[in-house]
């Protein structure tokens, strides 16, 4: 059988497969219906990184962004910088929204009003279902927004940042207050707090950034606090390394993931060095007990990714936000893993937008698309069967991720 013939069975396969979108940043709905759309929406997120990059300013792109700008100017402003970033990966899922739920086959001249007008009318109550459930068949969105919101939690689960509580400067601010546990308490008032966020929030899993950790012991730490109001910064840094520990082997405790982001960063001008995976190594070895959810795939740190992957037990690699970084790397790299890492502890595919809901659907296709493009070469090469590759397939959308955060769906 051909691989083209190969890789179209298993599409239409997958097209029936349920999906856990495994990282979002989506808000509430209302969020979405308050704010006005028109066809700039579909270039907020990652696009405006192409559209930098291609030479547009942040002042343009914010103009571009307001609703105060006129439609026709918007346009004007946008064209010469379209046809510079069209052609990438992250321009294909806006394409894809505009085609699948407004009708319009190109984003040009001739469509971005009417566009605008269908995303308008569009723009009601429902939006979320009638995207991630009944175009994308996503069961649940891992959505990170930086609080756990009551609203769509049918749709949407939600993790929290894992900075933020407790530090040596919240710490100090609270013992001026009179209300700062002890060193003692710490650990066990940290316990509770996120024990409250799993158990009465719904909160799955913490959130970090891959960078380097010290490694204070418990003197240094307890030293440091003790002298909250004159620690010098060296010892509150010290402190907050011990903290995070702490928050990290909690985690383990309570069977809550720690997603990590590694390798590239979404924004312009960085250097993305800081973020690499290998800061994490010490972290893993040392929490053994706790599993981290490694985002990104570490892009261009794929192959480093893969070694993490094969060598510690406690690591998943998740492809989230990767099919629209670039499908060509995401296929030879899950091809890669596959030859390395045991299948359970790949997530297949994570969104990773906010306001542009209608883009998860193009990315959705992206991620299914570059799958079988791997899974259809290795029944070609009579590596799997058709029918195990079907199963691999559910595996990375939906069971791997089902498993790793535990959720009932």
């Known amino acids: 059988m051909q691989e083209r013939s190969i890789r179209r069975r298993l599409l239409e396969a997958l097209a029936q497969v349920p999906v856990i979108d495994a990282h979002e940043h989506l808000p509430p709905e209302r969020v979405r219906l308050g704010s006005p759309v028109d066809f700039s929406t579909l270039f907020s997120h990652y696009t405006q990184t192409d559209l930098e990059a291609a030479g547009m300013t942040q002042e343009q792109y914010d103009a571009f962004q307001s609703a105060e700008m006129d439609l026709d100017d918007k346009w004007r402003l946008f064209a010469p910088f379209w046809e510079c970033i069209r052609y990438g990966s992250y321009s294909r899922p806006a394409l894809i929204a505009a085609r699948e739920f407004y009708g319009c086959e190109d984003i040009s001249q001739d469509t971005y009003r009417v566009l605008s007008q269908r995303m308008q009318e569009a723009n009601t109550p429902g939006i979320y279902k009638r995207v991630l459930r009944d175009r994308c068949n996503i069961r649940v969105a891992l959505t990170q927004v930086g609080y756990a919101p009551e609203e769509d939690r049918d749709l949407l689960v939600p993790l929290l940042p894992l900075a933020g509580w407790p ?11 009179g209300d700062c546990p002890s060193f003692q308490e710490l650990r066990e008032k940290m316990r509770e707090v996120f024990a409250g966020r799993r158990d009465r929030d719904g909160v799955v899993g913490m959130k ?29 840094e010290l402190l907050d390394a011990y903290l995070l520990h702490e928050a990290i082997e909690v985690c383990g405790e309570l069977q ?25 190594i010490p972290v893993m070895l040392k929490h053994r007990k706790t599993r981290f959810d490694l985002y990104h ?22 492809l989230c936000w990767c099919h629209i970084v670039s499908p060509q790397m995401t296929v030879s790299a899950l091809d890669e893993w596959l030859d390395m890492v045991p299948t359970h502890k790949i997530l297949g595919f994570g969104g990773d937008y906010s306001r542009p809901v209608e ?18 070469r290795r029944v070609a090469d009579d590596l799997l069967t058709v029918g195990q590759a079907v199963a691999l397939g559910r595996r990375l959308l939906f069971d791997n991720p089902r498993d790793l955060y535990r959720l009932e769906v």
């Open 297 to 318: 795939a570490a892009i261009p740190w794929v192959r480093e990714m893969a070694v993490i992957g094969k060598d510690f037990p406690n690591a998943y690699l998740n």
């Open 359 to 376: 883009k998860v659907y193009g990315h959705l296709q992206m991620a299914k698309e570059d799958i079988c493009r791997v899974l259809a």
């Open 167 to 177: 530090t040596a400067a919240g710490l100090a601010k609270d013992r001026e207050h």
């Open 208 to 236: 970090m950034m891959s960078h380097q950790v010290a490694d204070p012991s418990e003197e240094e730490a307890r030293r440091a606090c003790d002298n909250l109001g004159t620690a010098t910064r060296q010892e509150a």
């Open 256 to 280: 809550m993931p720690v997603a990590v982001h590694c390798g590239i960063i979404w924004d312009n001008w960085n250097d993305f060095y800081t973020t690499h995976p290998k800061h994490m």
